[in-house]
């Protein structure tokens, strides 16, 4: 299977601060297709998880622009830049390049 | 508007099986291309893929549970279902559907959730 190692696993920002969260594969992730399938997921406390961001960097739709991913291969960073109250909670990375299907052991973003 | 929701029994025994549904609007799993996959985060941990059946009732499991898994969907592609035999207390956790659309490829909608807890 293919593993996902998050870093950091907590995460402690001030408003306003930009931050970074790292998703290491043990596998490539780019697909014999050309995609990379690589997304983010937030959790917020009680919820059930939202989509950010898919194919690595593509925002989903209605999420703000202060939110950016990158990356290619193994490693993937997803950015903040400029955190807001709502932002807080646990971010996931997944993948569904290969199966199964697998997700990161999640990074939680929290006030300092 | 897509909208997802799983139901279950809440709670049961060991050995026994669970049965869930995620009944789902908004969208057919008819369209080419679409999934509904099956996933689970137990209390305070992260996530882990189950199950998903696609538009063509092709079915995929993760391989750890593949034996006690059983995915299918109903006719009116309206509901998808997922049936765990021999339940332990490790199988206590949220379950969550979520519709993975193909163009852009994505996980973009998810359910509630349902808790189902397995007690003696």
């Known amino acids: 299977d293919v593993v996902l190692t998050q870093t950091p696993p907590t995460l402690l920002a001030t408003i306003g601060q930009s931050v970074s969260i790292s998703c290491r594969s043990s596998q490539s992730l780019l697909h014999s297709n050309g995609n990379t399938y690589l997304n983010w997921l937030l959790q917020r406390t009680g919820q059930s998880p939202q989509p950010l961001i898919y194919?690595?960097?593509k925002l989903e739709s209605g999420v703000p622009n202060r939110f950016s991913g990158s990356g290619s291969g193994t490693d993937f960073t997803l950015k903040i830049s400029g955190v807001e109250a709502e932002d807080l909670g646990v971010y996931y990375c997944?993948?569904?390049?290969?199966?199964?299907?697998?997700f990161g052991g999640g990074t939680k973003l929290e006030l300092k | 508007q897509v909208t997802l929701k799983e139901s279950g029994p809440g709670m049961l025994q060991p050995s026994k099986t669970l049965s869930l549904t995620c009944s789902f609007s908004g969208f057919s799993l008819s369209t080419s291309g679409m999934v509904v996959s099956w996933i689970r985060q137990p209390s305070g941990k992260s996530l882990e893929w189950l199950a998903a059946i696609d538009w063509d009732g092709d079915k995929y499991y993760n391989p750890s549970l593949k034996s006690r898994l059983t995915v299918s969907k109903d006719t009116s592609n309206t509901q998808v279902f997922l049936k765990i035999t021999s339940v332990d207390i490790a199988d206590t956790a949220t379950y969550y559907c979520a519709r993975r659309r193909s163009r852009p490829p994505g996980f973009d909608y998810w359910g509630q959730g349902v808790m189902v807890t397995v007690s003696s």
């Open positions: 997944m993948q569904f390049t290969h199966y199964p299907w697998t």
């Open positions: 194919l690595v960097s």
